[in-house]
């Protein structure tokens, strides 16, 4: 650990030469988190290939998500793409019936400008499902933003408050027309609506299990959100009114918080991400500001969590933790462990949106304050070949990083953690900072175990 900037946050953009997932890769948590929809990706094999792989033993799960395999035909534009496309999802319709299908555009589609958009319309019309498309490729975008731009094409799906009026008053007048009547009494309808709905909607694809632990720490503090986009059904999803305000819970969805900003005119409340109690207890105090609401119990809550986590504190502490970058959540977990005691020297990111990541930017400089200790190099679009070279200088405690580099650096004597893993794993919320710190002191355990075995570079 010999070189380490001692300034504020620096940040440097490098060549983008780095291993991630490609963005296609949503599908795999997407296609389970909105219960009625199907994905159907339009590619190569290389792309069906990556999915099969990546995706391990899901696909033996009958998912709901398919390839489009582009042939020679379709390619040289010999193959009419609408018919092809109405073919499939004929079948699509017949075999899964789904609510929505979202159409995932690849490399391949964008390199020969097939009109995904320009088709999906006449498509749904003809066939009677609403078709999204969004073009999660790897000439674009990395790994999670995949999720970032089926999320920012469903924004134009969701209702606007004339449809949602349009249907109380429908309601109202026909099936309820006196509704009031059958209220047992003025207190107790006021009692079931004591927390009325915020114009607050949440963004981001969390499972349903995380969505209600959110949901319930607000509700403490007396906010009660009107929607979460994605929502577990295509058909329930959330009413957004101009003017409402929005936030999101992951840091990659830059995108789907511009659109919603662009389009429906919402207003972005910018927080710190709900990853690891100090961010949990952040975003509550962000969004409590907004409305005017003075947090309560929040110090406790999070005293109890520090407290839970003091079997794993003590095994991180001032340690070095090196991320390679390749998930976008690189911020906030690299903030979370500053605050568990680790020094950060270098943190990877494919891509950093300052503005959406204002809030966790500066939450991050505050967290190195408060614990004295360096500010860590920020640097963008990394190059692999270069930050290997810097971790053989600083010899970190645990590099974050892909499967392709992990194997090689753990038999030169350097721990790793697999950053996928915090991708699919529950880090939101206070409950579930432990399984954060179960994943990154995993391989600083099993070192101190292969170590008193006298084993400890395997390469020469
Ligand atoms: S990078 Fe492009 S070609 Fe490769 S899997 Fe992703 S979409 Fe397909």
């Known amino acids: 650990m010999n070189q380490i900037n001692n300034s504020t946050l620096t940040f440097q953009c490098e060549t983008g030469n780095y291993h991630t997932f490609c963005p296609i890769s949503c599908v795999a948590w ?14 190569t094999k290389t792309c069906g290939y990556f999915l099969q792989n990546s995706m391990g033993v899901m696909i033996f799960a009958e998912p709901r998500y398919a390839m489009a395999e582009l042939e020679e035909g ?4 010999q193959i009419n793409d609408y018919e092809e496309l109405k073919r499939l999802c004929t079948q699509i319709k017949n075999d899964r019936n789904p609510s929505v299908i979202v159409f995932i555009g690849t490399c391949t589609t964008e390199i020969i400008k097939m009109d995904l958009e320009g088709i999906a319309p006449k498509l749904e019309a003809e066939i009677g499902i609403p078709i999204v498309v969004a073009r999660a490729n790897g000439l674009d975008y990395t790994f999670t933003q995949g999720e970032d731009t089926v999320l920012a094409s469903l924004i134009q799906r969701c209702p606007s408050k ?11 007048s026909s099936l309820f027309p006196s509704l009031s009547i059958f209220s047992k009494n003025k207190n107790e309808s006021n009692l079931s609506q004591d927390k009325p709905n915020l114009p607050l909607v949440l963004f981001g694809s969390l499972p349903n299990s995380l969505t209600n632990q959110l949901e319930h720490e607000l509700e403490k503090q ?16 959330p009413v957004i009114h101009e003017g409402d305000y929005v936030c999101g819970v992951n840091p990659y969805l830059a995108r789907t918080a511009t659109n919603l900003i662009r389009r429906r005119k919402c207003k972005l409340i910018s927080a710190p991400f709900p990853i690891g109690p100090d961010g949990t207890r952040a975003w509550i105090e962000k969004i409590c500001s907004i409305f005017n609401i003075e947090p309560t119990g929040l110090d406790e809550r999070e005293k109890a969590v520090w407290d839970s986590l003091e079997n794993y504190l003590p095994l991180v502490k001032g340690k070095s933790v090196f991320f390679m970058g390749d998930n976008l959540l690189e911020l906030s977990i690299a903030r979370f462990l500053i605050r568990c005691g680790m020094i950060v020297p270098e943190i990877g990111i494919p891509y950093l949106h300052k503005r959406y990541q204002e809030a966790e930017i500066k939450l991050l400089e505050d967290t190195c304050r408060k614990m ?16 290997l070279k810097r971790i053989e200088q600083y010899r970190p405690d645990l590099v974050i990083t892909g499967m392709a580099n992990a194997n090689p650096l753990e038999a ?28 990154v002191t995993r391989s600083l355990r099993r070192k101190n175990y292969i170590q008193q075995l006298g084993w400890k570079e395997l390469v020469e």
């Open 412 to 439: 030169r004597g350097i721990n790793t953690k697999w950053s996928v893993e915090f991708t699919f794993a529950q880090i939101h919320g206070f409950s579930n900072a432990r399984d954060i710190l179960e994943l």
């Open 222 to 237: 007396n906010i009660k959100i009107s929607g979460w986009l994605p929502t577990k059904n295509y058909k329930e999803l």
């Open 162 to 172: 004339d449809r949602e009026t349009e249907k109380i008053n429908k309601n109202n």
């Open 372 to 387: 004295q200790v360096p500010t860590p190099l920020i640097i963008e679009k990394p190059d692999n070949y270069e930050e």
């Open 30 to 43: 997407l296609y389970q988190k909105i219960e009625d929809s199907f994905f159907l990706v339009i590619g």
């Open 74 to 77: 379709d390619i040289s534009a």
